[in-house]
Nanobody, 115 residues
Framework: QVQLVESGGGLVQPGGSLRLSCAASGMIFSIYNMGWYRQAPGKQRELVARIYVLGGTNVVDSVKGRFTISRDNAKKMMYLQMNNLKPEDTAVYYC?????????WGQGTQVTVSS
């Protein structure tokens, strides 16, 4: 079965950086469009970054210029480089497919931005 494991979160000061990783197993990773989602306390889960099979990417306006999504199909890995982090980026971050998310959610990785 498909398994998605997120890692790389932590506590960081405003302006800091983190790199999240998503390890996928149980599926042919290279044929799926993928995304990073986040869920802040008391809010709905939102899609913040997309990466397509052919490598094109898209991020939401609130993280544009700060977050970069990438993938390594050979390793079945996806990444989210997050720079200039802000307190409003605090959330649990998840990876999954797109439109809609087709697989069971992993445990996520907590990102906390605070001084």
């Amino acid at each position: 079965q498909v398994q998605l494991v997120e890692s790389g979160g932590g506590l960081v000061q405003p302006g800091g950086s983190l790199r999240l990783s998503c390890a996928a197993s149980g599926m042919i990773f290279s044929i799926y469009n993928m995304g990073w989602y986040r869920q802040a306390p008391g809010k709905q889960r939102e899609l913040v970054a997309r990466i397509y099979v052919l490598g094109g990417t898209n991020v939401v306006d609130s993280v544009k210029g700060r977050f970069t999504i990438s993938r390594d199909n050979a390793k079945k890995m996806m990444y989210l480089q997050m720079n200039n982090l802000k307190p409003e980026d605090t959330a649990v971050y998840y990876c999954n497919g797109l439109d809609p998310a087709p697989w069971p959610w992993g445990q996520g990785t907590q990102v906390t931005v605070s001084s």
